[in-house]
């Protein structure tokens, strides 16, 4: 169970997945037994070579994969921010927060508050009303992120949330990610930026199957 001093709790996580063709097929451990805690006021980098299990291990913690075996449980709202954006090409910018804020449980009237600050914290104001196919990379990374943001997560998960930021924004996100540990929000990002070490708390390595402290 998490307390206090605990938002997030992985236990165990197993996973696998099958390669090959019948019948030699197989199955391919990716996760082999990862514990994971994410504590108040925490930013944590998950880092790993490629095919690591860092993506994996993300969805399985929001609850979009489940594990093979093991727990995760957690305290409060979870905000996820996926390494590729999945949008519906037809909404706009507001019409897709004001989805997720429906989602959220929020009122109208918080939505709006949060989506309005949102707008002017990543810098896309202007693309409120443009269609989500009309948007360029780092634009459409801003409307990731905000989707993430926009509940005021107790839990924040999010994969390469950077990637195609200029580095105005780039600047930006990490000044969301400060006020967010100042407030006692728990954050994992999986990061590939060796220079971004300093700005965490900790970093943990996914290293054949398991976390491991760096």
Request: hydrophobic residues 40%.
């Amino acid at each position: 169970m998490t307390g206090p001093d605990t938002l997030l709790q992985a236990t165990g996580i197993e996973k696998s997945y099958r390669r090959g063709i019948w019948p030699t097929r197989h199955r391919f451990p990716v996760l082999r037994g990862v514990d994971l805690r994410l504590a108040p006021g925490e930013v944590v980098g998950l880092v790993g070579e490629n095919g690591a299990g860092k993506s994996t291990l993300m969805k399985i913690l929001v609850g979009a994969l489940a594990p093979d075996t093991g727990t995760v449980v957690h305290a409060g709202r979870l905000g996820y921010c996926p390494q590729e954006p999945v949008v519906y090409e037809r909404l706009t910018c507001d019409e897709y927060f004001e989805l997720f804020g429906r989602a959220y449980g929020l009122t109208d009237q918080a939505e709006r508050h949060a989506r309005r600050e949102l707008y002017e914290a990543l810098g896309f104001t202007r693309y409120a009303d443009t269609r989500t196919d009309r948007l360029f990379g780092g634009t459409l990374a801003k409307l990731n992120l905000g989707l993430a943001l926009l509940a005021d997560p107790e839990v924040l998960l999010l994969d390469e949330p950077y990637a195609g930021f200029d580095f105005d924004t780039y600047l930006k996100f990490w000044t969301q990610v400060a006020e967010r540990r100042e407030q006692g929000r728990a954050v994992l990002i999986i990061s590939h930026f060796v220079t971004d070490e300093e700005r965490f708390d900790r970093i943990v390595e996914l290293r054949d199957g398991r976390a491991v402290p760096r």
